[in-house]
């Protein structure tokens, strides 16, 4: 039972610990700034000198390379921060080793799978979409036929 709150006690540390972390990253040679928290939320964006040279569209890619490397950072942080944690829970024994007959079901966890960085219209997202739903499946639902109606309204171009 000691060890058990010795455990809870860590994960509050660190989890305290994990909330001060920040994510800092500096692209297109100091022009852009951009700071995550340790949700990976940008806290604050910083335009340097010689930023007026820059294209709105160069611009806003280095605005999304800066936030994009410095939430990889906070990432990075956390996973250091967390690793001895993880460390000596792995040590501790299983349910399973415990309780006979249980199984192990830290086998069949699914590996963690970070969001796309791709932008919102890519390729990559549609293809990902698509699979997505093509694994969803629904019984009991009705078809409905989508018969465009020929009523005026307000995306009628006569507006």
Same mark, same amino acid.
């Given at each position: 039972? +000691? +060890? !058990? ?5 860590s ?8 909330? @001060?972390?920040t994510?800092?990253?500096? =692209?297109?040679?100091? %022009?852009?700034? !951009?700071? =995550? ?16 040279d820059l +294209?709105?569209?160069?611009?806003? /890619?280095?605005?999304?390379q ?7 950072? !906070?990432? %990075? ?5 967390? @690793? ?6 792995? %040590? ?13 079901? *830290? #086998? ?5 799978v970070?969001?796309?960085? #791709?932008?919102?219209? *890519? ?11 093509? @694994?969803?499946?629904?019984?009991? =639902?009705?078809?409905?036929?989508? !018969?465009?109606? %020929?009523? /005026?309204? =307000?995306?009628? #171009?006569?507006?």
């Amino acid at each position: 039972m +000691e +060890e !058990v709150q010795s455990q809870l006690h860590s994960i509050a540390r660190l989890q305290q610990q994990r909330l @001060a972390l920040t994510g800092k990253a500096t =692209v297109r040679g100091g %022009r852009v700034t !951009v700071v =995550v928290n340790a949700d990976g939320n940008v806290i604050e964006t910083k335009f340097g000198r010689g930023v007026e040279d820059l +294209e709105y569209a160069e611009l806003a /890619r280095a605005v999304t390379q800066a936030a994009q490397e410095a939430t990889t950072d !906070v990432r %990075r942080q956390s996973q250091e921060l967390l @690793a001895p944690f993880q460390q000596e829970r792995a %040590r501790l024994p299983k349910l399973s080793d415990l309780v006979e007959g249980m199984p192990d079901l *830290s #086998s069949q966890m699914p590996a963690q799978v970070h969001a796309s960085l #791709s932008k919102p219209d *890519s390729l990559e997202r549609a293809t990902a979409a698509e699979t997505d739903s093509a @694994a969803m499946t629904f019984d009991n =639902v009705e078809t409905i036929d989508n !018969v465009k109606s %020929r009523e /005026r309204g =307000v995306t009628d #171009s006569g507006w």
